[in-house]
């Protein structure tokens, strides 16, 4: 069973005063980073290793890396999982996929979830090189966008809401009350999901709760303003500390509600976010 990526904070991310590109390698196979590094001796990189996608994911947040080169086929978490998230805390994050044996789903998957490219495991060095080169290259070949802003003077029942909860329950509940209030409404149970749709759809408010797994409600809303200064959001938990709430307001929370709340609360809530 694969193993979940615990959230934590996202932060700042540092040049860590290198000066040469730096590659970040993760795969549980210890002789991989070391025949890469020592094919690459003597080139103006500099190498950090994780045996797994956890660490690689530490690590990076700690400190950025131009290129992360995963692979696939990892225990507990896996180089498909790794992408995802190190796309959801930095949408330009640069990741190459080093794997054998995919099919094209598969590599149509990784792809489209923003891998630069995909190393088949048995190529020759010199197609590993011309990997890596391109893909640095290439840094900025995708990014998350967000959809372009509604035209001023739309009419509040068509705002779309966006509403984010791992609660099957409390994410029935709310989205169902909203779309009987005549909103557009769309559903996410996780932070990855919510993204992508943002992303491809765009939406005039976000409600996320707060404390979920894998990806936590508060890197939700930092990844959310990192490619969309203007985003509103909504934040809802019923176990916040007072710190926890002060930190997602300075992140750009707009309003806070504690759980369970009323529908009403909810409606004025979104009503604020809207300007009404």
Avoid: W
């Amino acid at each position: 069973m694969e193993k979940k990526i615990s959230p934590s904070p996202i932060a700042v991310k540092q040049d860590c005063g290198k000066k040469k590109a730096t590659l970040l390698i993760a795969d549980d196979d210890p002789m991989i980073p070391k025949m890469l590094i020592r094919g690459f001796m003597g080139s103006n990189y500099e190498f950090r290793t994780a045996s797994n996608g956890q660490e690689a994911l530490e690590l990076y947040k700690k400190c950025r890396a131009d290129l992360v080169i995963s692979d696939y086929d990892m225990p507990l978490v896996n180089g498909l999982t790794l992408l995802e998230e190190l796309r959801l805390f930095d949408p330009k994050a640069s990741v190459l996929i080093y794997s054998g044996g995919r099919n094209e789903d598969d590599r149509r998957m990784l792809l489209q979830e923003g891998a630069l490219g995909i190393i088949d495991k048995g190529c020759g060095f010199e197609e590993i090189k011309s990997a890596v080169e391109n893909a640095l290259r290439s840094a900025e070949l995708e990014s998350f966008k967000p959809a372009p802003e509604r035209i001023a003077g739309e009419a509040e029942k068509n705002a779309r809401i966006l509403f984010v909860d791992d609660d099957a329950e409390t994410l029935l509940a709310s989205s169902n009350a909203a779309a009987m209030s005549g909103y557009s409404v769309k559903t996410a149970s996780k932070a990855v999901e919510a993204l992508q749709i943002y992303a491809r759809e765009g939406a005039d408010v976000v409600v996320s709760n707060l404390h979920m797994p894998l990806v936590s409600g508060l890197e939700l809303l930092r990844a959310l303003k990192a490619i969309d200064p203007n985003a509103k959001v909504i934040m809802a938990s019923g176990m916040a500390s007072h710190e926890e709430v002060d930190a997602a307001m300075k992140v750009g929370a707009g309003v806070f509600l504690r759980k369970p709340y009323e529908i009403e609360d909810l409606d004025n809530a979104i009503k604020k976010m809207l300007g009404g």
